[in-house]
């Protein structure tokens, strides 16, 4: 069991393993989440022909404890929970510091009832039970520490040196970004990549050699602005800086919905061979994320 937990609302975050008022007494469904198989049959066959997997939503099932000093005080930590819980088109934020200091979040949304029971025996001189249940779309843990990859200029045409610097490398007029770097994922479970593409610059294309996945652009980034591709569980799209759609830029075989990192190593590329200059710069950022708390 896990000696931290704290649930995230916005901007406030709440200590829910401490007694003070609140503990977390269990979590279940913190395992690998439920996964379907995908299959195909022809006509004639005998049974199936198993083609992959899909990750299906997780429910967390937690059981928490108000440790309440009287009955009138836990009425107060009951109503500060019920705003924490309260049905709500954001999802609240999960954290999880295990026994060995490594950290998980999840991001989860409630589903049902969150029951705090009012019947004599239920409660507990100041304490009251509450079991509540959360759907969380995305069933993998993330740490929520976020990765940044930068990728690095190319002098003249020629592949240059990789340093391993932490923020995007600009480039001198007439240069460009043509760079693979591999990227040593250590989740256990795939994660999609926010990728920045500041310009200016015509044409970028980002490859990820070991899924075989594309994204190919036909279309030019313009001097001050940036085009972000965003994907999570439910969504892809591609916006500049003011938050408009790029996405007609973007060619029609590329792998939008489905660009990702594996767990292991993952040689991603980067090109943008010409418009570029000393403003432009690419990065890629993700999340470690895991099947498991």
Same mark, same amino acid.
């Given at each position: 069991?896990?000696?931290?937990v704290?649930?995230?609302?916005?901007?406030?975050?709440?200590?829910?393993?401490?007694?003070?008022?609140?503990w977390?007494?269990?979590?279940?469904?913190v395992?690998?989440?439920?996964?379907?198989?995908?299959e195909?049959k022809?006509?004639?066959?005998?049974?199936?022909? /198993?083609?992959g997997?899909?990750?299906?939503?997780?429910? =967390?099932?937690? @059981?928490?404890?108000?440790?309440?000093?009287?009955?009138?005080?836990? @009425?107060?930590?009951?109503?500060?929970?019920?705003?924490?819980?309260?049905?709500?088109?954001?999802?609240?934020k999960?954290?999880?510091?295990?026994?060995?200091g490594?950290?998980r979040?999840i /991001?989860?949304?409630?589903?049902?009832?969150?029951?705090?029971?009012?019947?004599?025996g $239920?409660?507990?001189?100041?304490?009251?039970?509450?079991?509540? $249940?959360?759907?969380?779309n995305?069933?993998?843990?993330?740490d929520?520490?976020?990765?940044?990859?930068?990728?690095f200029?190319?002098?003249?045409?020629?592949?240059?040196?990789?340093?391993?610097?932490?923020?995007?490398?600009?480039? @001198?007029a007439?240069?460009?970004?043509?760079?693979?770097?591999?990227?040593?994922?250590?989740?256990?479970?795939?994660?999609?990549?926010?990728?920045?593409?500041?310009?200016?610059?015509?044409?970028?294309?980002?490859? #990820?050699?070991?899924?075989?996945?594309?994204? @190919?652009?036909?279309g030019?980034?313009?001097?001050? /602005?940036?085009?972000?591709?965003?994907?999570?569980?439910?969504?892809? /799209?591609v916006?500049?800086?003011?938050?408009?759609?790029? =996405?007609?830029?973007?060619?029609?075989?590329?792998?939008?919905?489905?660009?990702?990192?594996?767990?292991?190593? #993952?040689?991603?590329?980067? $090109?943008? =061979?010409?418009?570029?200059?000393?403003?432009?710069?690419?990065?890629? *950022?993700?999340?470690? *994320?895991?099947?498991?708390q």
């Amino acid at each position: 069991m896990a000696y931290n937990v704290q649930a995230i609302v916005e901007s406030t975050t709440y200590e829910m393993y401490n007694g003070a008022p609140f503990w977390v007494v269990s979590m279940t469904g913190v395992g690998i989440g439920p996964v379907s198989r995908l299959e195909s049959k022809g006509a004639q066959q005998n049974g199936s022909t /198993d083609v992959g997997y899909l990750l299906e939503n997780r429910l =967390l099932n937690i @059981e928490m404890f108000i440790n309440g000093v009287s009955k009138i005080a836990t @009425e107060g930590h009951r109503d500060t929970l019920a705003a924490i819980l309260r049905p709500r088109n954001t999802p609240v934020k999960w954290k999880v510091t295990r026994n060995d200091g490594a950290i998980r979040q999840i /991001d989860g949304y409630l589903v049902g009832m969150a029951d705090m029971p009012a019947i004599r025996g $239920q409660s507990f001189g100041g304490g009251q039970t509450v079991i509540v $249940q959360l759907k969380c779309n995305n069933p993998s843990w993330y740490d929520p520490e976020l990765q940044n990859i930068p990728f690095f200029i190319a002098p003249g045409g020629i592949e240059g040196w990789q340093f391993p610097l932490l923020f995007p490398w600009n480039q @001198e007029a007439g240069n460009i970004i043509d760079q693979t770097i591999t990227v040593d994922y250590a989740g256990s479970a795939p994660t999609y990549p926010e990728i920045v593409l500041t310009g200016p610059g015509d044409d970028p294309v980002i490859r #990820n050699l070991d899924t075989g996945e594309v994204l @190919e652009f036909e279309g030019t980034i313009p001097s001050g /602005d940036a085009w972000t591709v965003t994907i999570t569980e439910d969504s892809a /799209d591609v916006t500049n800086e003011a938050g408009d759609s790029v =996405l007609e830029y973007l060619t029609e075989d590329s792998d939008l919905g489905t660009f990702h990192l594996e767990p292991g190593s #993952n040689d991603i590329q980067v $090109q943008i =061979l010409t418009g570029a200059t000393v403003e432009t710069s690419a990065s890629l *950022r993700y999340y470690k *994320r895991y099947s498991n708390q």
